[in-house]
Nanobody, 118 residues
Framework: QVQLVESGGGLVQAGGSLRLSCAAS????????MRWYRQAPGKQRELVASITRGGSTNYADPVKGRFTISRDNAKNTVYLQMNSLKPEDTAVYYCNADVLGSSWLNYWGQGTQVTVSS
C-alpha cells in the first residue's frame, strides 16, 4: 500500500549539482528514518545518508561536505541535495524509509540513475 516515488536523477558534469526527491504515499500514519542508498554496477549497495523524523542526519564519508539530506514531514518527502559531484558518485540512487501503516515496515523506492561525466 505504501510507495516511494523518486525523481531528480539525470546526467550532470563533474562539479555540478542535482537534487533528488522521494515522496512516500499510501496508508501512512508516520515515517521515522528516511535514507538514501546508492549502487554502482558491480558494487554493493551502500548507505549514503539518513535522517530521523526530528532531523538528525548522518552521512557516508565519501559524501560528507558535499551532500545534504533533508525532509518535509508534511509532504512525506525526503531530499538529497548533491553538490560538487564526482564521477565516482555515478550510481542508481534508492530511497528507503521506515513507515507506519498497519504496522512498521521498511520500503524501497524504484531507484533513479545519477550519472556524473568527466
Amino acid at each position: 500500500q505504501v510507495q516511494l516515488v523518486e525523481s531528480g536523477g539525470g546526467l550532470v558534469q563533474a562539479g555540478g549539482s542535482l537534487r533528488l526527491s522521494c515522496a512516500a504515499s499510501g496508508s501512512i500514519s508516520s515515517i521515522n528514518a528516511m535514507r538514501w542508498y546508492r549502487q554502482a554496477p558491480g558494487k554493493q549497495r551502500e548507505l549514503v545518508a539518513s535522517i530521523t523524523r526530528g532531523g538528525s542526519t548522518n552521512y557516508a564519508d565519501p559524501v560528507k561536505g558535499r551532500f545534504t539530506i533533508s525532509r518535509d514531514n508534511a509532504k512525506n518527502t525526503v531530499y538529497l541535495q548533491m553538490n560538487s559531484l564526482k564521477p565516482e558518485d555515478t550510481a542508481v540512487y534508492y530511497c528507503n524509509a521506515d513507515v507506519l501503516g498497519s504496522s512498521w515496515l521498511n520500503y524501497w523506492g524504484q531507484g533513479t540513475q545519477v550519472t556524473v561525466s568527466s
